[in-house]
């Protein structure tokens, strides 16, 4: 894990496209802002963590002859 200091309206750039900013900081909370292109998803991890949770339970074994039904109708 890279990890870097910044100060309120300091900023990083990822990948050339997204920046992320420091917008403010009280206590021990950080509000960020992020800017990047429309395609490129962006969630907190929690609710990542939830959508891979779902994914996962969707791909049982019902849901797996839903898809070979899907492709093979």
Known sequence: MLTLSRKRNESLVINNNIEVTIL???????????????????????????IQESNKSSMTADGMDVLKNLLNG
Do not use: M, N, T
């Open 24 to 50: 403010d900081i009280r206590g021990d909370q950080v509000k960020v802002g992020i800017s990047a292109p429309r395609e490129v998803p962006i969630y907190r991890k929690e609710i990542y963590l939830q």
